[in-house]
């Protein structure tokens, strides 16, 4: 195109400018070319006259199209050249805030002195796998470039960040190594990523200071190597360091500090550990306080301090040495410190003996303080024949100090330098490794010294290989592409450097001066002038001799000379390094006796020295100058690079003041001409800069196309032809294998036709518009004037609109007058209103502050003065409380003592503790009446017996006067009338006892009943008042509780079953974590032969993770563990009172088991003795009688024992409580099962007192038999005998009755104390709620809102897990003893039946009792029949039977061979199915070894195979059969919650002897953990689908436009032809999901987990989805929200298709929806603004700001968002509490819930194919 073509009337330009460097202007008339003048309009509107020609200025810089400015890449800029490189970053880095920027292979990084929350984990994770194009300009996309390329190419990478001082380096390198930390952590747990991160507080420690343009300057280079394994992981790493400025030790300018390590040690100078090194104050010392400034502000030098120390210990550097360390940087302190006198003469010197900083230093060092003293004065000169010892002067030992300083703190450096290379070594060898150079920018000051001179030479030396690099990869491009190339012309700066570093260049000659004895600073100047005159890079300053000028890349620097052959020498003096050799610390020894000899070769290996010192070399170490050092360093880092592949990152410091986003355009370009910014802009420049694919400039251009071109299918010659056609000039564009190439301007003149394309368009568009609305309005027109009069009316009509135009005029020019008028007084007014506000307002706040501190303080006496004197009074009365108690309790204990003491052996002490229950006193009173009737008998038998006696006595006495005579004996007839007087006397005394008690229990009866009155009394009292409280509490409550309750009761589920199931992830991954390791570990330890390993064992062994469940243990704690699932694990582990109660009933249950068990082996026993012994069998039959009466008798009262406690608990849990209305129906069931349980309870009561008294009368029955016979018999003095036994047996009825009488007495004392603890609860909770009340009233009602709806649903949750374990278990109990009940109940019939044959056979006169021991016999065996049917039916009852020694074989065929297909057309879920067959026969056969054997070998089955097939269909198949086991489990477990929807068969089909609840909750967990694996499996599937899917593919043709792309294209580090990344659609994903959705329904998987499984999904194209739209500016425009909107109602439309709709996965859709909403409103006035506040309500703050500042006009009739509206929406979204977070968290998982679902599969009809190898199963 030639010049009048672009030079045209509203071209822009760019002009230069004084401030801003760059100015915009406009063209006002078309230029013609050989004019001497172009006019101009600025952008304030004033006209230039701009002058040009060949004796004037060139033609200036044609401006880029509005549509490129802001782009990502400046080379996608159509003009390239220096104020569109400006002007790009200033838009980007101001209105956007964006502080990256590529431009061609170089990061532009502007640093934004201001935190950004853009380096987060969640940032990393989403650049994580990127090419570098597809996402925006930052750090991680060139990090995660060189890692990339060195997993693809196998290459070595470098990341080369420069920059000057403050421009962000070292931020920016840490943030690189961060990256690769993070995603190349280490394999194994060495931590080497961490140990990497930690070298950084180190080195910021010892090698940074505060500067005049950064407080944290880095004052060295460092080269970081960190080496990479075969698999990518970070191995270990390596550092090199350049040129530290060890002059800042000695010197500071004003307002700089020195190295941050000295004052960290100051400020840290108060700690124990560091009073040895006797440091103060900073600014107490001279190397310190030169800056006259030791704080930085917002740094804590202390805390900083800790850092460094922690980063010490975290890289294995001990104590001990940390405190050397410590100890030799103080003593460069006191060395300052150390002040040296002149003497008179001038010329010599001396210090002070007493001087206290130099016995500090030799004391930190371990020095000899007379000759440290002596040679900081002197110096040995040696010569050919002798050694003279020289006074220095006091300047020269100055200098001579600051030099042993310097040279001290160097060294130093490179020792911590080492040690961390040693800690960052690896033994193993290294694949791979990225070096991140952080190294100093170009620098000019107004002094530039030698330090600049380095500085400015390296970056020459990086500049060189940045331009070959540079002009290499665009040679590359162009040979790729088949374009034909002409070598590009740049700037060579060889000869510049050649002139430093060349033979008799300024280093050599500098070197060469430092050899001669007395060379000077002059003398090497005017060697400079004359050897380089001639040179063009090397000039002399006209008005100095002693500096010279050296022409750079970036820009003329004149160095002076004064210093250079000083710091080149850097002279340490022989005599002060020897003293530093002996010395007395090692570190220090070891310090500089490593200084010998040659130094080390730069390798990654840290060298220890020897033991033994070798022999001495000679010193060569001294005579190299740090000018040779440097430039052989930088030779070596050259060669490191030159074999790397380099990425670069150019640091720009935007201003001088360290403001936050504010840009200087003078100092930005000062820096981008030195970084080579625009050097890369020029090369690109030079050659075809724009470069667009076919299919892109197809799309973009297609509007410029013929209709025939548009039908063509070779869009390559439709191209070619286009441009043929458009562009003449065919050397201005180039034709590629898959893209064009086009010259600088080209694009920009496409777009120029594009638009008047448009632009034409749009004008033929109107014009038809406009001609067809004329015509219109002329007909309207012509036909009223028709109607109208022809002159009149017209003339009236003119008039008046002439005159309303008028009026119109002049009303708006009156208008915008008061306007202007109002407002100038309006500002003024509030101005002055907001003066006088803000000073009234500041003093009526300072006021207010005042009292509330007076208030403040005054409350707290006032809380200390009434807390002591409560506190006083409450001891006052604690005292006198406790004196009043003592008295009291003695004088109630002395009588209690008398009281005992008299009535110890009466039974009235018995008495007066009956419980007094009404039921049981009736009862004792009627069997007490039953006993008196009996009494009464016996009393006349007795009556008769003594006349009886009486008589025969008389007889007897009688027979004995005539027996005198005839024997002499009357010893008899004497004893046995003395024992009828003692029977007699016992008969009176007894029932005078009975008499005694039965009053006495009358008097304790009404007593207690009194007493029973008055408790019922105040207990209804008690419970009045808590019914008060309570109801008081309800009603501040019950509104918040309504509305609150339960969705916050539902979010704190959803927040407990999430955090135990982040810990069932963090526990699979920590085991798999466990067998990776034991893996790695058992690789290298291999040897030849067999080796005994865990595979070699039992899979019980190897593979349980479980411990094994004893069904003892696990029985009836079912109530605690079904508590512990609903609770869930993680609250259930802080609830101490659950795993209390599980454990005590664990306990519980153990013990009446063993007691149960003792019970029937004594039966067996008794059986075994009865069948056994037949000698005497009615002494055994009268044995057995009544130990089975004993062991009923025992069974029943501990049955009763056991339901009064249920009862007693049943009744305080209720009465403990006020039921709310809500929960009445809850409370009457618990009360009607109380009332049975009550029932029950009186029924055993009545069998127990049954029992006893059949057991006493059938004693009496048997005596009384007995006694008849023998009566009958024989008439014989024995009768006596029958008495006395029959009242030993009424005297056994009586001590049972006593016995009983205790018995109730004890319960009733129990009931009586359960009474009291009762009122006791009662008095504390209405203390609680008093209190509760008091702090309620105190306060706000939002507060007392919030507090009164926790306190409602804590109180709730409490009382529904009470109740809920109470009545389970009084349920479980009733259940348990009414089956042991039945069971004893056989069992006695059938001992019962036993002894009833026997006495068949011994008395044959009980016919009776034979013909129902026949009948009962004839039961037995039809009972006997009816078992062997049932047998025969239980063939069929849905049970597997299999061989102990078949199990390995069940869990090979069903699990670890299974394959989804093998059962695609069976019943789903077939293997769960048949396990549980297993486990129902184990069950039935009492077999727990071989249930848990099973469980335990199928759960860890499906872990491996799981672990060894990892895609989504066998993840699917396992996660069905794993939660259809689950839900078996727990539907014929025989609880009654899942029993409710099972059929009757179903029921029966319930497990009879194992609770298998623990591995219930084994496998809720597994299930778990598959769902969480099926969730990564998938979102792994759909990831690489979702960008393309949602954000790149044209779901609507032809609406998304492409815009130029730079060099940056999209998919830039893949080696594809063209067509970019796999070209995903809408579809693809879609039809993915509806596979994942079709394989989860195939195997059967419950609805409710496959909408949980299609959530999860959804949150994660979601999550990725909205991530890189907020992180690509390439996608934000109206176009792609269009596209969005489009995908998101597909996406919806296939959720309701699926019937998935219900699954809350749309929801999660919600933040694209708002996101493509946002990108499509309008975005212009206040009111769209609202729009946008109230529309993107799942958006935060962060989120819509950054889609705002990306958004993106695809073409110039678009407008951008103005930065005025974005802070507008900032402004009014800062009410919203928003997290910080920017990205989404795409490793978010929601909590998963496994709802119960019963089978409606019958067992017994389940066919197993013969297809899968089953045959050992047997059906049962």
Not at 1203 to 1218: F, G, Q, T, V
Not at 1512 to 1527: E, G, Y
């Amino acid at each position: 195109m030639s010049v009048n073509e672009l030079y045209t009337t509203f071209t822009r330009v760019w002009i230069p400018d004084v401030d801003e460097v760059w100015k915009s202007a406009e063209i006002t008339r078309d230029y013609q070319q050989g004019e001497p003048v172009l006019h101009l309009r600025q952008d304030d509107g004033t006209l230039l006259e701009y002058s040009v020609g060949p004796k004037g200025n060139p033609l200036p810089f044609l401006r880029n199209p509005d549509i490129l400015v802001g782009e990502n890449d400046l080379t996608a800029l159509s003009y390239l050249h220096e104020p569109a490189v400006l002007h790009n970053l200033r838009v980007r880095f101001l209105e956007s805030n964006h502080i990256y920027t590529y431009c061609g292979i170089v990061l532009v990084a502007i640093n934004p002195y201001e935190e950004l929350q853009i380096y987060g984990e969640e940032v990393i994770n989403a650049y994580s796998g990127q090419n570098m194009g597809d996402m925006d300009p930052h750090i991680f996309a060139v990090a995660e470039e060189a890692y990339k390329q060195m997993a693809r190419d196998e290459r070595n990478q470098s990341i080369i960040v420069s920059g000057e001082s403050g421009a962000g380096k070292t931020v920016s390198a840490k943030y690189a190594m961060r990256f690769f930390a993070t995603v190349g952590g280490s394999a194994n747990d060495s931590n080497v990523e961490e140990k990497v991160l930690a070298s950084s507080p180190i080195m910021e420690a010892i090698g940074n200071a505060k500067t005049t343009r950064n407080d944290n300057s880095s004052r060295f280079g460092k080269y970081i190597e960190i080496g990479f394994s075969r698999n990518y992981h970070i191995m270990g790493a390596h550092m090199r360091t350049y040129l530290l400025e060890k002059s800042r030790v000695v010197f500071q300018a004003e307002d700089e500090r020195n190295y941050h390590i000295f004052y960290q040690l100051c400020a840290c100078s108060a700690l124990s550990e560091l009073q040895d090194l006797s440091l103060t104050s900073a600014e107490d010392f001279t190397y310190t306080s030169m800056g006259e400034n030791i704080f930085i502000e917002g740094v804590s030098d202390a805390d900083d301090f800790n850092k460094t120390r922690q980063a010490f210990r975290l890289l294995g550097i001990k104590d001990a040495s940390q405190n050397a360390i410590f100890r030799v940087l103080a003593s460069i302190l006191h060395l300052g410190n150390i002040e040296i006198c002149s003497e008179r003469d001038g010329e010599s010197c001396h210090v002070s003996s007493d001087d206290v900083h130099l016995k500090h230093f030799c004391r930190l060092l371990g020095l000899e303080s007379q000759q440290m003293e002596h040679w900081l004065c002197h110096r040995k000169l040696v010569t050919a024949s002798e050694t003279y010892v020289k006074n220095m002067s006091s300047k020269q030992a100055t200098n001579a100090r600051d030099a042993l300083a310097k040279h001290i703190y160097a060294g130093m450096f490179q020792w911590i330098v080492g040690h961390i290379n040693l800690a960052l070594h690896t033994s193993s060898k290294q694949h791979s490794f990225i070096g991140v150079l952080d190294i100093y920018g170009f620098e000019t000051f107004e002094v530039n010294s030698f330090e600049q001179f380095c500085i400015n030479y390296a970056n020459e030396k990086l500049q060189q290989q940045f331009n070959s690099h540079v002009f290499k990869l665009e040679q590359e491009e162009y040979m790729k592409e088949q374009i034909p190339w002409t070598l590009i012309d740049f700037h060579d700066n060889q000869p510049c450097i050649d002139l430093i570093e060349a033979r008799l260049g300024v280093l050599d000659l500098l070197d060469e001066e430092c050899k001669v004895p007395k060379g000077t600073d002059q003398n090497w100047a005017q060697k400079l002038y004359k050897q380089h005159a001639s040179s063009a890079h090397f000039q002399k300053p006209r008005m100095s001799n002693s500096s010279f000028i050296i022409i750079h890349f970036a820009d003329k620097v004149e160095y002076e000379c004064d210093g250079f052959l000083e710091k080149n020498r850097d002279t340490v003096y022989d005599e002060q390094i020897n003293i530093l050799k002996a010395s007395q610390v090692q570190l220090v020894a070891d310090l500089f006796s490593s200084k010998d000899g040659d130094p080390p070769p730069k390798t990654s290996r840290v060298h220890v020295r020897a033991a033994k010192s070798a022999p001495k070399a000679p010193n060569k170490e001294h005579r190299k100058t740090v000018g040779l050092q440097f430039r052989s360093s930088l030779h070596l880092l050259m060669e490191t690079l030159n074999a790397t592949t380099p990425h670069y990152v150019r640091c720009i410091k935007p201003n001088d003041y360290k403001e936050a986003f504010s840009f200087d355009s003078r100092r930005a370009v000062q820096q981008l001409r030195a970084c080579g910014v625009l050097e890369t802009i020029r090369i690109s420049a030079a050659g075809y800069p724009s470069r667009w694919t076919y299919s892109d400039f197809f799309s973009r251009y297609r509007v410029l196309m013929r209709k025939s071109d548009m039908l063509c299918a070779d869009r390559k010659l439709v191209c070619r032809q286009l441009l043929e056609t458009l562009v003449k000039d065919g050397d201005m564009f180039q034709f590629g294998k898959t893209k064009i190439f086009f010259r600088a301007g080209q694009v920009a003149y496409l777009e120029k036709l594009r638009a008047d394309k448009f632009r034409a368009a749009c004008i033929m568009i109107q014009k038809t518009v406009r001609g067809w609305l004329q015509r219109v309005r002329y007909q309207k027109i012509r036909k009223s004037v028709i109607l109208l009069q022809r002159y009149g009316r017209g003339y009236l009509a003119r008039r008046y609109a002439e005159y309303l135009r008028l009026t119109r005029a002049a009303i708006i020019c009156q208008k915008n007058y008061r306007m202007a008028r109002e407002r100038r007084a309006f500002i003024t007014v509030r101005q002055a209103t907001v003066v006088i506000q803000a000073y009234a307002r500041g003093l009526f706040t300072r006021r207010i502050y005042q009292e509330f501190v007076l208030h403040h303080k005054a409350m707290i006496i006032q809380r200390n003065v009434r807390g002591w004197l409560q506190r006083a009074r409450f001891k006052r009365m604690r005292l006198a409380a406790v004196v009043l108690q003592c008295a009291f309790r003695r004088v109630r204990a002395q009588r209690l003592f008398k009281a005992l003491k008299m009535d110890a052996g009466s039974a009235e002490r018995l008495k007066k503790l009956d419980a007094g229950m009404e039921n049981k006193i009736v009862q004792l009173q009627r069997k007490m009446d039953d006993q008196g009737k009996e009494y009464r008998a016996q009393n006349e038998q007795l009556l008769q017996a003594n006349t009886t006696l009486g008589s025969e006595l008389s007889r007897l006495q009688k027979q004995l006067q005539q027996a005198r005579s005839q024997q002499g004996d009357a010893t008899q007839l004497s004893v046995l009338q003395a024992e009828l007087e003692r029977l007699r006397a016992e008969l009176v005394e007894a029932k005078a006892q009975r008499s005694r008690l039965e009053e006495d229990h009358l008097t304790q009866k009404l007593g207690l009943t009194q007493r029973v009155a008055e408790l019922e009394e105040e207990n209804s009292l008690l419970k009045s008042e808590k019914e008060e409280l309570n109801l008081k509490i309800q009603q501040q409550s019950s509104r918040a509780a309504e509305d609150a309750g339960s969705a916050l009761l539902r979010a704190e589920m959803d927040a407990e079953r999430r955090r135990y199931q982040n810990l069932l992830k963090e526990y699979s991954r920590l085991e798999q974590r466990y067998e990776n390791l034991k893996e790695e570990v058992s690789l290298p330890k291999f040897q030849p032969g067999h080796h005994r390993n865990p595979s070699n064992q039992s899979s019980q062994e190897s593979d349980s993770n479980y411990t094994s469940i004893s069904t003892s243990e696990v029985g009836d704690s079912e109530d605690a563990i079904q508590l512990v699932e609903e609770m869930g694990v993680h609250k259930a582990a802080m609830d101490i009172s659950v795993f209390v109660k599980l454990q005590k009933r664990v306990r519980e249950l153990e013990s009446e088991r063993k007691r149960l068990q003792a019970n029937v082996d004594k039966m067996e026993e008794l059986a075994r003795q009865q069948g056994s012994d037949v000698r005497s069998p009615a002494a055994e039959q009268q044995a057995a009688d009544l130990a089975y009466n004993n062991l009923k008798r025992q069974e029943l009262e501990s049955e009763n024992k056991k339901l009064k406690n249920d009862l007693n608990e049943l009744r305080r849990s209720i009465a403990d409580r006020n039921s709310p209305e809500e929960n009445q129906g809850g409370y009457n069931l618990l009360l009607s099962q109380l009332r049975s349980a009550t029932e029950e309870l009186d029924a055993r009561k009545e069998e127990v007192l049954i029992l006893k008294t059949q057991i006493v009368s059938a004693v009496e029955q048997r005596e009384k038999n007995h006694r008849l016979e023998d009566r009958d018999g024989s008439s014989s003095p024995v009768d006596q005998d029958e008495e006395l036994k029959t009242y030993q047996d009424l005297s056994e009825s009586h001590k049972m009755l006593e016995a009983e009488l205790q018995s109730q007495t004890r319960q009733h004392g129990d009931e009586l104390e359960a009474l009291h603890t009762q009122i006791e609860l009662l008095k504390d909770d209405i203390e609680k709620k008093q209190e509760m009340l008091n702090y309620t009233t105190s306060l706000s009602p939002e507060a007392l809102l919030e507090y009164s709806v926790q306190l409602e649903i804590t109180r709730l949750t409490d009382d529904n897990l009470d109740l809920k374990e109470l009545v389970e278990k009084l349920e479980k109990n009733e259940r348990k003893l009414k089956k042991q009940l039945r069971i004893y109940m056989k069992k006695v019939q059938e001992l019962e039946g036993r002894r009833s044959q026997k006495q068949a056979l011994l008395h044959a006169i009980l016919t009776t009792t034979m013909s129902s021991v026949s009948r009962s016999g004839h039961a037995k065996a039809e009972l006997g029949r009816q078992v062997t049917l049932q047998r025969k039916e239980k063939d069929f009852e849905g049970m597997l039977e299999y061989c102990k020694d078949d199990e390995a074989l069940l869990i090979k065929t069903l699990i670890t061979d299974m394959r989804p297909d093998d059962v695609s057309g069976t019943v789903p879920c077939l293997p769960a199915y048949v396990l549980f067959m297993c486990v129902r026969h184990a069950d039935y056969i009492n077999d727990d070894h071989k249930v848990e054997s099973l469980l335990t070998a199928s759960i860890n089955a499906i872990k491996r195979a799981l672990k060894r097939n990892d895609d989504f269909d066998t993840t699917s198949f396992w996660l069905a059969n794993t939660s259809r086991l689950l839900h078996c489990l727990k539907q014929y477990s025989g609880d009654e919650a899942f029993m409710i929807h099972n059929t009757a068969k179903q029921n029966e089909h319930c497990l009879k002897n194992f609770d298998l609840t623990e591995y219930r909750q084994v496998l809720s967990d597994l299930s778990i953990q598959i769902y969480q694996q099926l969730v990564r499996v998938g979102e792994a599937v759909i990831q690489p689908m979702i960008v393309s899917a949602m954000l790149e593919s044209e779901s609507i043709p032809s609406l998304a436009g492409v815009k130029p792309m730079g060099y940056r294209n999209r998919s830039s580090s893949m080696d594809n032809d063209g067509d970019g990344p796999g070209g995903y659609t809408l579809k693809a994903l879609i039809r993915q999901l509806g596979q994942f959705h079709g394989v989860m329904r195939d195997h059967g998987l419950d609805p409710e987990i496959v909408g949980q499984v299609v959530r999860q999904l959804f949150h994660c194209v979601n999550a990725i989805t909205l991530n890189n739209l907020l992180l690509r500016k390439d996608v934000c425009s109206w176009s792609t929200g269009m596209q969005l909107r489009y995908n998101t109602s597909q996406m919806e439309e296939w959720l309701r298709a699926n019937n998935l709709y219900q699954s809350q996965a749309a929801a999660t859709l919600e933040p694209i929806i708002q996101a493509a909403q946002l990108l499509q409103v309008k975005k212009k006035t206040s009111q769209d603004a609202d729009a946008i506040c109230s529309l993107c309500s799942a958006l935060n703050s962060q989120q819509i700001v950054k889609i705002l500042n990306l958004y993106t006009p695809l073409n110039e009739f678009e407008e951008r968002v103005t930065v005025s509206f974005i802070r507008n929406i900032q402004n009014r979204l800062q009410e919203r509490n928003d997290p910080p977070q920017l990205l989404l968290d795409t490793k978010q998982m929601f909590p998963v819930l496994f709802p119960y679902a019963p089978s409606a599969l019958s067992l017994e009809t389940l066919h197993i194919p013969a297809s899968l190898g089953l045959n050992f199963l047997i059906r049962v």
